[in-house]
């Protein structure tokens, strides 16, 4: 196992050396490096759907049944043994030592760094923005024909009601070509 080291520097140095203090973000390469393992991913990916601690042999049964693609009921004994040995010496101190996990007396701890790794775990549902558009548009619409028609019962003049209308639309509009922009972007650092 090839321990990432950056520029003479340990993995743990880059993330506040244990001491307590909050964890600086880690590198690009320290990131992809515990990305690059199918266990570690499976790992991280059950902490964050958790968000609390869990104990290890829970976790090895559940990254054994990611792996067999199978439930955790029906994992061998043999697969979760594999999987229990390989997180114990290898994994979670890798994760332990970039504050991304804390493993201590059997349990697994989500740490301080996970949140970096969400963008990379979790697919991002694309925002079905034509759709959203059309069904906008279409209630924007029947709003202001709602509006005009019975503007006259309104104790509002229908001009203000129309700009009240016209400022939501374009507030909408706005919001909606952020969203757009943002969920076709590529993810990670700019």
């Known amino acids: 196992m090839v321990d990432d080291m950056s520029h003479g520097r340990s993995a743990s140095a880059e993330v506040g050396g244990g001491d307590g203090s909050a964890p600086a973000r880690l590198s690009p390469s320290n990131v992809f490096h ?31 049944a990611v792996e067999e693609g199978c439930t955790p009921e029906n994992v061998s004994a043999d697969a979760r043994r594999r999987v229990y040995v390989s997180l114990h010496q290898t994994h979670l101190g890798t994760l332990s030592e970039r504050g991304i996990a804390r493993y201590e007396r059997g349990t697994v701890t989500p740490g301080p760094a996970l949140d970096q790794f969400e963008p990379y775990l979790f697919e991002r549902r694309r925002l079905p923005w034509k759709q959203f558009v059309r069904i906008g548009g279409l209630g924007w619409v029947m709003g202001t024909l709602v509006t005009l028609t019975t503007a006259r019962y309104l104790p509002l003049s229908t001009v203000a009601v129309l700009s009240l209308l016209v400022g939501v639309g374009a507030a909408a509009a706005t919001r909606v070509t952020r969203l757009v922009r943002t969920s076709t972007e590529p993810t990670g650092e700019r």
């Open 34 to 64: 515990v990305l690059q393992n199918g266990r570690r991913r499976a790992t991280l990916r059950h902490l964050a759907d958790r968000g609390e601690s869990v104990e290890i042999g829970a976790l090895a049964e559940h990254v054994a």
